[in-house]
């Protein structure tokens, strides 16, 4: 199965780019208190974190890995899935996009990846999808609505068993999906390949950005949570991501410095 897409390079570009910017702009914006205040201590210290160099680097990396992980479907998934040719952007809730076949309507909720929903949110998505058929027949569509609970990645393939639990909609995700709002069994590679070329132009910016701010988060950090020796003052950290009643507000130990807001 082949199909001609070429339009598919200007629209990775600009997705791309997008992505960039808005993970450039929030690496800008990290200030040390609220970053830190977001941050799990007790996870960092039982990882072996000991000094501040390595606590910031791997706060930092975690920080902006959950962040990059849902920015990336909105901002690359989503925009890539709306220029498919014969693609439209649906209003009913729940369900991201439609596509007209001959005998069927297809609506798609979008996804990520297929670990994302648990059982109370896959009983909500096939609630949705039967409202979505629903409006269908209220508008007087006469073609079959298939729902598709698409996965932008990944191997899961519809069974049976999976359907009989949640009977208005299906699966369809990783190479499978791409092949079927394409035409071309390859996609998802095509895809891969143009997020290298693109990615590589955006690379050294991005680094130095990242550089220059893990710098100055260390030495804030180093200045206000560390022992002489580099070492991490835990306790003083601890209080101040958890501490909130009176006799916490004030740091303690070896430090001896005031908990603010200001940094």
């Known amino acids: 199965m082949t199909s001609n897409n070429d339009w598919i390079e200007p629209v990775v570009r600009r997705a791309v780019s997008i992505f960039y910017e808005a993970r450039m702009k929030k690496i800008h914006n990290i200030r ?18 000991y000094d501040g160099p390595q606590l910031i680097a791997r706060a930092l990396s975690s920080h902006m890995g959950l962040s990059d992980a849902s920015r990336f479907g909105k901002d690359f998934f989503e925009r890539v899935f709306e220029a498919i040719p014969g693609v439209r952007i649906v209003a009913t809730e729940g369900v991201d996009f439609e596509r007209d076949l001959d005998e069927t309507v297809e609506g798609y909720s979008l996804k990520s990846g297929t670990n994302q929903l648990n059982s109370g949110e896959m009983t909500s998505v096939d609630r949705k999808f039967a409202t979505w058929k629903r409006v269908l027949r209220t508008h007087g ?24 639990t949640h009977s208005h909609f299906r699966y369809m995700a990783g190479q499978e999906l ?22 590589k132009e955006k690379r050294h910016t991005l680094r130095a950005l990242w550089t220059d701010t893990e710098e100055r988060l260390r030495e804030e950090f180093q200045t206000r949570f560390c022992y002489r020796d580099g070492l991490v003052d835990w306790e003083n950290l601890t209080v101040f991501i958890s501490g909130n009643l009176a006799e916490s507000t004030e740091m303690r130990g070896p430090a001896i410095r005031r908990i603010d807001d200001s940094f």
């Not at 079959?144 to 009989?164: E, F, H, S, V, W």
């Open 178 to 199: 791409w092949a079927h709002v394409t035409g071309e069994r390859d996609f998802y590679l095509r895809l891969m390949r143009l997020l290298g070329d693109v990615s």
């Open 141 to 164: 569509v006469s073609k079959r609505p298939d729902a598709i609970l698409a996965y932008a990645y990944g191997r899961k393939i519809d069974r049976a068993t999976q359907t009989r």
């Open 32 to 49: 040390l208190g609220p970053f830190l205040r977001r941050t799990n201590p007790y996870l960092l210290r039982a990882s072996a974190m």
